[in-house]
């Protein structure tokens, strides 16, 4: 959580909203708001003006597959491409499974259970309108950087090019379509298969296909997440 020095705002942003490049903005100048470790307090939150960032639960879901595929990647010390290994579909039997961690698993509601209001959203898809709502000092025309952004994925699948995926996703995060009022519906970016790139054309398969990594990657990342699970 971010706080003003003046403790008149507080920011709480789950994982996948944006969070990494509000926590930057609102710690510097003109804002200069600091961390916070008490955002579970909710005598310490009702005192100030709440800011929570949201975002498409459609649009999360796929940024949250990213990121547990980046993190296997680092794990097992390999390089990145673990995407067209390990699709979206595979990544969401694992959530109804239960076998992936809280960062992984917690909706925008769950993060969010200790703050039963928020005087402004931030959504994710129009950052730079809403912080310069939520913050009238700002210039209007503030085009923020981006941060800790996903690589485009031109070789895997469209993460909802079936209705079943929709309605896994719809069920996941059911709590954050009705509270935060994003339509049921995926935009349709995500129901088709991005270009490939005009050179450099990919004919084979992955290089992780037939090798022992690609064998065994599943299971080490279901014991892994388990293992440290048990010991948090």
């Known amino acids: 959580m971010i706080t003003a020095i003046d403790q008149s705002w507080r920011y709480l942003g789950p994982p996948k909203t944006a969070s990494t490049l509000l926590h930057h903005v609102l710690q510097e100048p003109p804002l200069g708001g600091v961390s916070s470790r008490y955002q579970h307090d909710m005598e310490f939150l009702a005192s100030a003006r709440i800011i929570v960032s949201v975002r498409n639960p459609f ?65 994710c898809e129009t950052v730079d309108a809403d912080l310069c709502r939520a913050f009238p000092s700002l210039p209007p025309d503030l085009t923020l950087p981006v941060v800790n952004a996903s690589r485009r994925l031109r070789r ?28 049921l519906s995926p935009p349709e970016n995500l129901r088709q ?19 022992a990594i690609h064998k065994t990657w599943r299971k080490w990342a279901s014991d892994s997440y388990r293992s440290r699970r048990r010991s948090s």
């Open 59 to 123: 649009m999360r879901a796929v940024s949250l597959w990213k990121h547990h595929c980046n993190d296997l990647c680092k794990a097992m010390g390999i390089a990145r491409g673990l995407e067209t290994e390990y699709p979206f579909a595979a990544f969401l039997a694992d959530v109804r499974r239960n076998v992936l961690s809280d960062f992984e698993t917690f909706t925008l509601c769950r993060w969010l259970k200790h703050v039963p209001y928020a005087d402004e959203l931030i959504h």
């Open 193 to 211: 298969l991005p270009p490939e790139p005009t050179s450099a054309r990919s004919t084979g398969g992955s290089s992780l296909a037939g090798s």
């Open 156 to 183: 895997a699948r469209p993460p909802y090019e079936d209705e079943e995926r929709v309605r896994i996703v719809v069920d996941w995060m059911g709590d954050d379509f009705e509270r935060f009022g994003y339509p």
